[in-house]
């Protein structure tokens, strides 16, 4: 069965702490793992697709990378407001995504 | 450009209570998602439409029926309200569904079963 797994489920930085949060899967025809940021209160907002191991993407503090049965999101030097929960998801050829149940990032200033 | 729409909110609904969610979206996307959220737990799917047209079921679909009602809209309706559908409704919407810029969602809304 196809499952995705993310670690851990809440971690709490410092300021300036750098981490990375896990998301790891078992999906037969993987067509495209992304990664979502969601604030409370609010729908996920897309951040990245990764679609084969070796893959990286960057957007400001953030960098994700896939290798055959884990992605991570690196998160640099974080500030307060990258507080949020981020979930990964995986597409497959049904082109539906399944998500995982998110890590919930606090940066403390 | 509003993207995906949601309405109501919020609502409260008495044990066996019928509702419809709406959802609209003016991007000109195919694809459109219903996905249940509760707390400390990913998103569920509940149903989806592929195109205009379409419907099939995705992981909890019992006690819940939709209704692709043009390219624009997606409503989702609970026949019958149960305490056990409380949690938060997110509507989602994509070009094709395999695109690479993922799903477009609304701000959700916030149902509880009494």
């Known amino acids: 069965e196809d499952q995705v797994t993310q670690s851990p489920e809440a971690l709490r930085l410092q300021e300036g702490e750098s981490s990375s949060l896990n998301c790891s899967y078992t999906v037969s025809g993987l067509r495209g793992l992304f990664w979502y940021r969601q604030d409370p209160g609010k729908g996920p907002e897309f951040l990245f697709t990764?679609?084969?191991a070796g893959e990286e993407k960057e957007k400001e503090r953030l960098k994700a990378t896939l290798t055959k049965k884990e992605s991570f999101l690196h998160i640099t030097a974080p500030k307060p407001e990258d507080s949020a929960t981020y979930l990964c998801a995986f597409n497959t050829n049904a082109g539906k995504s399944t998500f995982g149940d998110g890590t919930t990032l606090t940066v403390k200033p | 450009n509003a993207g995906v729409t949601q309405t109501p909110k919020f609502q409260v609904l008495k044990t066996g209570q019928s509702m419809t969610l709406q959802c609209a979206q003016d991007?000109?996307?195919?694809?459109m998602y219903w996905y249940r959220q509760d707390p400390g737990m990913g998103l569920r799917l509940i149903y989806y439409?592929?195109?205009?047209?379409?419907?099939d079921k995705g992981e909890v679909p019992n006690g819940y029926n939709v209704s692709r009602l043009n390219k624009r809209e997606f409503s989702l309706r609970l026949e019958s309200a149960a305490p056990s559908q409380t949690s938060v409704y997110f509507c989602a919407s994509s070009l094709s569904g395999t695109e690479s810029y993922g799903y477009t969602f609304g701000s959700g809304t916030r149902l509880t079963v009494v």
């Open positions: 990764l679609y084969s």
């Open positions: 991007m000109n996307h195919n694809s």
């Open positions: 439409s592929a195109s205009e047209g379409t419907t």
